[in-house]
């Protein structure tokens, strides 16, 4: 099977490429920006941008999956409603154009699990079919990637899995970066600087390790699946948790209190205050399941830091 990928220098893409690799039954080609790393191995590498439309057919030509991981885009982004267009709804639209000129294709597509959905006004978990109503702009683009790949589907062009995807860690994060508030608050806990707080504290997410979103999206690029059809299902944990919580799941890992510094951005007042996924339908029509437990990736990604500083 021949699965093209976008977005394989991401933190997510990695982790799914180097599940994709040890398939071993997967024919990989990826994109990359020219003299950006990446070389060798078992991957067919794709120098361009999904702007040219020779690019997106170069890396679509006998493609059966494609897995579109290319979103620089995040949630805390300011900008105005114009603003990340360019770095995720617009190069996926150009893609979509080149899928239509490749018919048969599937696409795999991660949307946002923790900012598409209406907030209902319930402390429950969002089923895929509640009513969305996106209140940032990122979140309007990402649900806008969803409805375009519904009409593909339905003219026969094309078939999709859309995974909405719940707040993702499990890496990294310099203390300024606008995404990745688990990342973030590790690097200064261990670093003995105050863990920024963006927004209400009190605020609650579904947390899911960027293994398991991986192994997720490797399934559902191998999963067989109807001609024409637009399936989407929740990818998250199931289980809420406070970002006063995940300070104190820190606290307990080094096992001493840490500082941490409120701070109220803009761009934070269109996120939710409860965003929890029902996964139910994952388990149903993907056999996945979430292996990796906050505490237990917590304490991964401490152990991760204090290895790179030994």
Not at 25 to 54: E, F, K, Q, T, Y
Not at 137 to 161: D, F, I, N, T
Not at 177 to 191: D, E, M
Not at 248 to 274: C, F
Request: net charge neutral; charged share 20%; aromatic share 4%.
């Amino acid at each position: 099977m021949r699965v093209c990928v976008t977005g394989a220098a991401g933190r997510i893409g990695q982790a799914f490429l180097a599940r994709a690799v040890r398939h071993g039954n997967l024919r990989l080609r990826a994109l990359r920006h020219p003299g950006r790393g990446h070389a060798g191995g078992p991957v067919d590498w794709v120098d361009g941008d999904l702007s040219d439309p020779a690019t997106c057919d170069r890396l679509l030509r006998d493609a059966e999956v494609l897995v579109h991981l290319a979103w620089r885009g995040v949630p805390l982004a300011g900008g105005g409603y114009a603003g990340g267009l360019e770095d995720g709804l617009l190069p996926t639209l150009h893609l979509l154009d080149a899928a239509r000129r490749h018919p048969g294709l599937r696409i795999v597509f991660p949307s946002s699990g923790g900012t598409v959905y209406a907030d209902c006004g319930e402390r429950r978990p969002h089923h895929e079919d509640d009513p969305c109503l996106p209140t940032s702009p990122y979140a309007v683009q990402k649900l806008a990637a969803e409805h375009y790949l519904r009409v593909l589907c339905a003219s026969g062009a094309a078939s999709a899995r859309i995974l909405r995807v719940a707040t993702a860690y499990g890496w990294l994060a310099a203390p300024g970066a606008q995404q990745g508030f688990i990342g973030i608050a590790l690097s200064a806990a261990l670093a003995d600087e105050p863990i920024r707080l963006v927004g209400d504290p009190n605020n609650v997410r579904d947390y899911i390790h960027r293994d398991d979103i991986a192994e997720a999206l490797l399934l559902a690029a191998t999963r067989p699946q109807p001609a024409g059809t637009c399936e989407i299902a929740n990818i998250g944990s199931g289980i809420g948790t406070s970002v006063r919580d995940v300070v104190a799941l820190i606290e307990r890992e080094l096992g001493r209190p840490v500082a941490t510094r409120q701070e109220h951005w803009d761009a934070a007042r269109g996120l939710p205050g409860h965003a929890v996924l029902d996964i139910a339908r994952a388990r149903e029509t993907l056999g996945w399941a979430p292996r990796i437990a906050l505490p237990d990736g917590i304490r991964m990604g401490l152990r991760g830091l204090e290895r790179a500083a030994a």
